[in-house]
């Protein structure tokens, strides 16, 4: 666990009900990863959620992502899954700085 803590610690300080796009799809990742997130993350993403179009975009394409992923590669699906993770950061990194 104590590998988390840094990620832990710099949200619950700097973690409001209104997360930027940045926050959100960060927690995205990150649940897909730990399969949990804590009780203000969770609740800090759904509300994010529920009016960003562009964060619910990017959970349905993550989610296709790695649908299609697992179906095609199982042999190198980690290293795959790493690889897209780091590419739609960097989509998301790009999208976000033209706004
Ligand atoms: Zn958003």
């Known amino acids: 666990m104590s590998g988390d ?38 609740w800090a993403l759904k509300f994010h959620l529920s009016f960003c179009k562009f964060c619910k975009l990017f959970r349905k394409q993550s989610a296709i992502l790695n649908q299609m992923i697992g179906k095609t590669v199982l042999t190198s699906k980690a290293q795959l899954l790493q690889r897209d993770k780091d590419k739609l950061k960097l989509l998301i990194n790009s999208n976000l700085n033209g706004n």
């Open 5 to 42: 803590d840094k990620h832990t610690h710099y949200f619950a300080s700097t973690i409001g009900w209104n997360l930027c796009c940045k926050q959100a799809t960060y927690l995205l990742l990150k649940k897909e990863e730990v399969k949990e997130l804590s009780f203000k993350e969770e």
